[in-house]
């Protein structure tokens, strides 16, 4: 039993620090770090000052042109560039439909989809939840008829995350309805350009447009689109949510998060006193901290097992369900610490060329909102509900 | 014991709630907020015209009578159709106020005026560094010449844009945080030296931050005894933070509502989620907070008639710690049960949230009045 780091693995941590610190734009740094908007361009221009060091597919084989590191390496890869105020690599292409391609698809897809994730030319965008499909997701309708060398596609996609932006969509579609409702749904790949192809947005409770839904309507997509076999999607989607719960924990995001709460704490008065003398206060970040030490100690217990064998189990329900908890404690600590100031809402203040004078401390113009927002963790990527069902059935076998 | 409503009470029930319900409908509600921000004139009017602003105000003020449970009655309904008029600010805090401590002259001036609906208030008590105690004031009063001069800024005034009047706390004498030597000020806003920061809020009212450089204000704009405040300020936060409950349970139970509907209505896994344990569980907690919630707005409500200042404090910091507790419960728990849907603009749930969430932080939040509670504790004999 040895909980530090191996020499290799402090030389690796350096090495990424180092690079972090040499090569992130203060600007964008100082966005994430003060909870700005993120423009397209600036998840962008990370993407492509990574991908030119060839770490923008930190979990890829080194086949695909990934680094081919360990999931420890990976671990600290993605907690040392969170400590900095790196806006994370978006998951669509990276993380969900990339190793979907490298292991179900064919050689053309692999050779034509996989360096243009990499290079950032492609923004893809996930098609899986429907209106009537959420937590039953096989249950979904979108439907795509063969006819000749293509698919038409009918159908509406929902909370999708960034499609406006998005030049490809990864979607799950009816091809058959034969059997079990698993057993007919197929993998496609869409480019987002193809006539019938509408994306509307959804406005949340904070005001931000973030998510969409993608209207098909007699959409034709190339039967060259379609991941592995007709009919086998379900057995794709399992092993693309899988992947997309392993980076969850999202345990550097929350230690960067718990420096800023403490930092807010200390420059916060109560009583004309700071708020961190105010031992009802720091005990509620002290749980916290403790919560977030415990999520971090299993996920490196976790991501050392999946070292051995490659494929998440159903351990990472576990890191989701904590991690999205700990992630909505956090934004509600922050909201709190700041009292009455959690009230304004001046949305322009969220823009980072606004010049305007703050209502309130510098700091609190997001927190609100992002408190708003931060509900959707325990939502999204498969409710918290359906992680425990996995856990009750996967673990305990209940 | 009786805790039945005295038909005048279900009367006054009845009429909000039809009112409420015929001109407040969140489709209403959110092309009336596109339109003007944080009030609407025509509803003010015709809430005047109900009787409803001249609750707690005494009949020979110009009023309704009334007491903390019929302002209870109104929060309520106000919570469950999320009305930003500025009911709080102008009845319960400000002619609860001039209705306590107020002169005469004062109340002559004020109150027929505020039941009438022609006038508007705001209560400008709270600063950055205070967070929620009520006796820390940093805002100076100086006598000069035969009135005073005002000195400070203060935070998150509610409805400090639209207000005729502002009530401004200063410190007279007294330390910083003493509890002797805080006095208070009606201030016209449009004076020279008030400056006003407006902006929306969270939940779609409006607040603004007071700047006060050097206002002058006459001697018969000053509301009770000099540097005598804080038991009136400490007695006008109770009552709001009562009134808050009544409104977040109002809230809360519409919540329940729609959310147990919801159960029964969205299929998952060729069922209607609803006949899910673990989702029965959920509502059934959800349901027993509400139902507790309840009884502590009815403490509350009911404390505001006690004697003893003391035991009103405790009844209403207890009340307004759980309700927040359980307003968080409930909020969250009702987004979560709605899955994304509830997470957009478009549905109510969302709006309910925000707001639970934005009671919650208004005149301490339920750490706040837990902390007051266990102090309270300590100081047992």
Same mark, same amino acid.
């Given at each position: 039993m040895d909980l530090e780091y191996t020499a290799d693995e402090r030389a690796f941590r350096d090495e990424v620090r180092e690079f972090v610190q040499r090569n992130l734009p203060t600007d964008l740094a100082a966005k994430v770090h003060e909870g700005k908007r993120l423009s397209r361009e600036d998840f962008l221009a990370w993407h492509r000052i990574l991908h030119k060091r060839g770490w923008v597919a930190a979990g890829w084989p080194k086949e695909f042109g990934g680094p081919g590191w360990t999931p420890v390496q990976q671990h600290i890869f993605d907690e040392e560039c969170a400590a900095a105020g790196a806006p994370f690599v978006l998951p669509f292409g990276v993380r969900m439909v990339a190793p979907v391609i490298q292991r179900f698809g064919n050689g053309t897809q692999k050779d034509y989809f996989l360096p243009r994730i990499l290079s950032g030319e492609h923004w893809w965008c996930q098609g899986y939840s429907e209106p009537g499909s959420g937590s039953d997701l096989a249950s979904l309708k979108t439907r795509a008829v063969r006819e000749g060398d293509h698919y038409v596609v009918n159908g509406q996609k929902t909370w999708n995350t960034l499609g406006q932006y998005a030049d490809w969509i990864f979607c799950l579609v009816r091809t058959g309805t034969e059997g079990r409702p698993q057993e007919g749904i197929s993998f496609l790949l869409i480019d987002m350009k193809t006539p019938g192809v509408t994306v509307r947005p959804i406005r949340t409770l904070e005001g931000e447009h973030e998510i969409n839904e993608i209207w098909f309507e007699d959409v034709k997509v190339p039967i060259a689109n379609l991941v592995g076999e007709e009919n086998k999607g379900w057995t794709y989607a399992k092993f693309l949510l899988g992947h997309e719960r392993t980076g969850i924990a999202g345990v550097g995001r929350s230690k960067r998060e718990l420096k800023k709460l403490k930092d807010i704490a200390r420059r916060e008065r109560s009583s004309g006193h700071p708020l961190i003398e105010d031992a009802r206060f720091r005990d509620r970040i002290a749980q916290v901290e403790i919560e977030i030490l415990a999520l971090e100690v299993t996920n490196l217990r976790v991501l050392s097992e999946e070292g051995k064998q490659r494929t998440p189990g159903p351990e990472a329900s576990i890191l989701k369900v904590r991690g999205s908890e700990i992630q909505q404690s956090l934004s509600e600590l922050m909201m709190h610490a700041i009292g009455h100031y959690a009230l304004p809402h001046v949305r322009e203040a969220l823009d980072a060329d606004w010049t305007g004078e703050p209502v309130g401390p510098d700091y609190a113009a997001p927190l609100a909102g992002t408190y708003f927002n931060f509900r959707k963790t325990s939502i999204y990527s498969g409710s918290n509900e359906i992680q425990k069902n996995i856990i009750s059935q996967m673990i305990l076998g209940l | 014991m009786d805790f039945s409503l005295a038909e005048e009470r279900r009367l006054l029930q009845d009429t909000i709630k039809r009112y409420l319900g015929r001109e407040y409908a969140f489709d209403q509600r959110r092309k009336r907020l596109a339109a003007n921000a944080g009030i609407s004139r025509e509803i003010w009017k015709q809430?005047?015209?109900? =009787?409803?602003?001249?609750?707690?105000? #005494?009949?020979?003020? =110009?009023?309704?009578?009334?007491?903390?449970?019929?302002?209870?009655?109104?929060?309520?309904?106000?919570? #469950?159709?999320?009305?930003?008029?500025?009911?709080?600010?102008?009845?319960?805090?400000?002619?609860?106020?001039?209705?306590?401590?107020?002169?005469?002259?004062? #109340?002559?001036?004020? *109150?027929?005026?505020?039941?009438?609906?022609?006038?508007? *208030?705001?209560?400008?008590? =709270?600063?950055?560094?205070?967070r929620y105690a009520a006796s820390y004031v940093e805002t100076r009063a100086v006598r000069s010449g035969k009135g005073w001069k005002l000195e400070g800024t203060k935070a998150v005034v509610l409805n400090g844009d639209s207000a005729d009047a502002l009530i401004v706390s200063a410190r007279t004498g007294g330390n910083v945080s003493g509890r002797e030597g805080i006095s208070l000020f009606i201030v016209d806003p449009k004076s020279r030296g008030v400056s006003l920061r407006a902006y929306p809020t969270q939940d779609a009212g409006r607040a603004a931050d007071l700047r006060l450089n050097g206002v002058e204000v006459g001697d018969d704009m000053r509301i009770g005894a000099e540097g005598q405040a804080l038991a009136f300020i400490e007695r006008s936060l109770d009552r709001a933070n009562a009134a808050l409950c009544a409104e977040a349970i109002g809230i809360i139970e519409a919540m329940n509502e729609a959310t147990l509907e919801y159960l029964k209505t969205r299929k998952q896994f060729g069922q209607p989620i609803g006949r899910f344990q673990a989702l029965q569980h959920r509502m059934a907690d959800m349901t027993i907070k509400a139902v507790e919630a309840r009884s502590m707005a009815i403490l509350a409500a009911s404390a505001m008639s006690s004697a003893d200042p003391d035991e009103r404090a405790r009844r209403v910091a207890s009340a307004k710690a759980f309700v927040s507790q359980a307003g968080r419960f409930v909020g969250q728990q009702a987004i979560q049960l709605h899955g994304a849907i509830g997470m957009t603009d478009e549905l109510v749930v969302s709006h309910w949230f925000k707001r639970l969430a934005m009671i919650d932080v208004t005149f301490g939040d339920a750490e706040h009045h837990l902390g007051r509670v266990s102090d309270m504790i300590l100081a047992e004999a």
């Open positions: - | 809430l005047a015209e109900l =009787g409803v602003l001249g609750i707690g105000i #005494r009949e020979d003020d =110009g009023g309704m009578g009334g007491d903390a449970f019929d302002t209870m009655i109104v929060m309520e309904a106000m919570g #469950r159709a999320l009305v930003v008029e500025p009911y709080l600010s102008t009845v319960v805090l400000a002619a609860g106020l001039i209705s306590d401590a107020g002169s005469d002259a004062q #109340r002559a001036a004020w *109150l027929p005026a505020i039941a009438a609906g022609e006038k508007l *208030l705001a209560f400008a008590h =709270g600063e950055a560094a205070a």
